[in-house]
């Protein structure tokens, strides 16, 4: 009994039947490397890639469609994040609005106005003066 031969590979860019030895492979499909593009500005793609609902996009464009941007500092955020309410942050934008301090994953804070936020420091021990003890303190008047 003779085998049937392998039906030919067909590229998921243009279609076409891939007939030389150097092609992808990437979302369960063939490419020609010249077809491994990204679906909005058409670029070539490298071995680093995002797919979403199946389409193939370069960072740049995954980012402007999909990704979300800090609210302190507007730029993109590709890691982690810190989330207070609606607002996503770097980590390292999470800080009080006061007094610029880093507010670490765990610790206590305040988001006012929806987008501000404010260390919530608990009490300090009664050896502080009153007038330090203002300086340090983050009281919120609403």
Same mark, same amino acid.
């Given at each position: 009994?003779?085998?049937? *031969? /392998? *039906?030919?590979?067909?590229?998921?860019?243009?279609?076409?039947?891939?007939?030389?030895?150097?092609?992808? &492979?990437?979302? $369960?499909?063939?490419? $020609?490397?010249?077809?491994?593009?990204?679906?909005?500005? %058409?670029?070539?793609? +490298?071995?680093? !890639?995002?797919?979403?609902?199946?389409?193939?996009?370069?960072?740049?464009? !995954?980012?402007?469609? !999909?990704?979300?941007?800090?609210? &302190?500092? +507007? &730029?993109?955020?590709?890691?982690?994040?810190?989330?207070?309410?609606? %607002?996503?942050? %770097?980590? /390292?934008?999470?800080?009080?609005?006061?007094?610029?301090?880093?507010?670490?994953?765990?610790?206590? !804070?305040?988001?006012?106005?929806?987008?501000? =936020?404010?260390?919530?420091?608990?009490?300090?021990? *009664?050896? =502080? +003066?009153?007038?330090?003890?203002?300086?340090?303190? %983050?009281?919120?008047?609403?």
């Amino acid at each position: 009994m003779e085998e049937s *031969p /392998e *039906p030919p590979l067909v590229c998921a860019g243009c279609l076409n039947t891939i007939d030389v030895d150097e092609f992808l &492979q990437a979302l $369960h499909s063939e490419w $020609h490397i010249e077809c491994f593009r990204c679906s909005v500005c %058409h670029t070539l793609l +490298s071995t680093w !890639y995002f797919e979403k609902d199946g389409k193939l996009l370069c960072r740049r464009d !995954y980012l402007s469609k !999909y990704g979300s941007a800090c609210q &302190q500092c +507007s &730029q993109m955020i590709t890691g982690l994040v810190m989330v207070a309410g609606d %607002h996503k942050f %770097h980590p /390292e934008c999470f800080c009080c609005s006061n007094c610029s301090g880093f507010i670490g994953d765990g610790e206590s !804070y305040a988001l006012v106005e929806r987008s501000k =936020l404010f260390w919530w420091v608990l009490p300090t021990p *009664p050896s =502080l +003066s009153f007038k330090t003890f203002f300086k340090i303190m %983050h009281i919120l008047f609403l």
